[in-house]
């Protein structure tokens, strides 16, 4: 399934750029005084959804598992989870937190390991 991701290369872009979307979007939503804090809903979202953006940005970006273009999608992925808590700063009723940012890192780091087990087996399989 990874070499079909990756051979129609277009699908996992489109998928990597609807999450990032959904997550802009998500983050503009206003909630009221009252959600402030980090629930578990909250927490499952961070790594989920990071999980989900990182791991079809690495099947987007990385083809034919050259694995060492990793680290940059990590390093953009990181910065989008930046970018999105500084984007919530500005949105009333909305927060940002450091704890967000570490949990964002969390799914990403989940997903790079998850994608490089991928990669790995799939070479061994050949």
Known sequence: ML???????KIPW????????????VSSLEFGTSSTGTGNLSIIYHVGIFFIFSL????????????????????????????DEL??????????SFFDIILDTIGIAIASAFYLILVLSKRRNS
Not at 87 to 96: E, I, K, L
């Open 87 to 96: 984007h919530q700063f500005f949105v009333p009723g909305r927060y940002s």
């Open 3 to 9: 070499e079909a991701l990756e051979r129609f290369n």
């Open 56 to 83: 079809l940005f690495f099947i987007s970006a990385i083809k034919r598992g050259k694995i060492k273009l990793i680290p940059l999608v990590i390093i953009i992925s990181i910065i989008y989870g930046i970018l």
């Open 14 to 25: 489109i998928a990597t750029l609807a999450i990032g979307i959904t997550i802009f979007y």
